[in-house]
């Protein structure tokens, strides 16, 4: 009984690791199709509306307009272009701080 015992556990230990990679290959199929592709686009947009993000969010923006009040007009205009691409698709109606809001408007242009 022992023997079978072994043989059983021996034959688990040795099935176990292509059960593992046939299930990640069966996952990257589903993961990399349009229905993968949907999930993780409503991940990433309920992470966008996170506390957190919009938090370190505004706390970038906040930085960047401390830079760009104390840049020189070449050196704005690269804030400037930094913001435009990194706060592309924010929510500037998440900011409740109205001078900043109106910053990251008026950059937008």
């Not at 069966?26 to 999930?39: C, D, H, M, P, Q």
């Not at 009040?69 to 930094?82: F, H, P, R, Y």
Request: charged share 25%; hydrophobic share 40%.
């Amino acid at each position: 009984m022992k023997f079978i015992a072994v043989i059983g556990a021996g034959a688990l230990l040795l099935v176990l690791p292509f059960a593992c990679a046939k299930y990640d290959v069966l996952y990257n199929r589903t993961a990399r199709t349009e229905v993968g592709k949907s999930i993780m686009d409503s991940d990433r947009e309920i992470f966008k509306s996170s506390k957190p993000y919009v938090e370190n969010s505004i706390q970038t923006l906040h930085s960047y307009k401390m830079q760009y009040d104390l840049a020189s007009d070449e050196d704005k205009q690269i804030i400037a272009n930094n913001i435009k691409s990194e706060f592309a698709n924010f929510d500037s109606n998440l900011i409740e701080n109205n001078n900043l809001r109106h910053f990251l408007e008026s950059i937008r242009g």
